[in-house]
């Protein structure tokens, strides 16, 4: 095998392994884009849950009660 050939192979094997290991980091970002996603979906529905109590306690508030 010729010098030149063998340095190509060693540069194949480290784009390789390169671009496994980045697919691997790739997967992984997903999956905790996956995860945050979902607790964001989570926190806007406690917000919006929390605003609508408030919105509710503030409405009882400005009734008058039945003996005015």
């Not at 010729?2 to 784009?15: F, G, H, S, V």
């Amino acid at each position: 095998m010729t010098d030149r050939t063998e340095e190509l192979e060693i540069r194949l094997a480290y784009l390789e392994r390169t671009a496994e290991e980045l697919s691997d980091v790739a997967a992984a970002q997903a999956r905790e884009i996956d995860r945050l996603q979902a607790r964001l979906a989570a926190a806007e529905r406690r917000l919006r849950d929390m605003g609508e109590a408030v919105e509710r306690a503030v409405g009882a508030e400005r009734e008058k009660p039945p003996h005015y």
